[in-house]
């Protein structure tokens, strides 16, 4: 049974810092098209970054630069580094996977995380 567990978020102020991991079992990050999501209240859920299977990268344009995922094959974690964070970063956070790109860039993963909450404040 595939689990995937985030954790890492919480409250900062702006201009600070958090790492969210995303803890897979089940499922080999090796073998998986993988990313970050986020959804804020009252807004759409929205793709932050993603990587493939041979560790290429994409970020949303409103966070390049500012945050970095990565993956660690070893300990089969998924991580997200959130630099210069801002209020509008606030949202829950979603790791998900697939062995579908496709289906993982248009939010339609077969495996979903339950989600951490990142709040940012000014």
């Known amino acids: 049974q595939v689990q995937l567990v985030e954790s890492g978020g919480g409250s900062v102020q702006a201009g600070g810092s958090l790492r969210l991991s995303c803890a897979a079992s089940?499922?080999?990050?090796?073998?998986?098209?993988m990313g970050w999501f986020r959804q804020a209240p009252g807004k759409e859920r929205e793709r932050v970054a993603t990587i493939g299977t041979t560790g290429t990268t994409t970020h949303a344009g409103s966070v390049k630069g500012r945050f970095t995922i990565s993956k660690d094959n070893a300990k089969n974690i998924l991580y997200l580094q959130m630099n210069s964070l801002k209020p509008e970063d606030t949202a829950v956070y979603y790791c998900?996977?697939?062995?579908?790109?496709?289906?993982?860039?248009?939010?339609?993963?077969?495996?979903w995380g339950q989600g951490t909450q990142v709040t940012v404040s000014s």
């Open positions: 998900a996977a697939d062995s579908n790109f496709v289906r993982l860039w248009g939010g339609q993963s077969l495996y």
């Open positions: 089940g499922y080999a990050v090796t073998t998986a098209y």
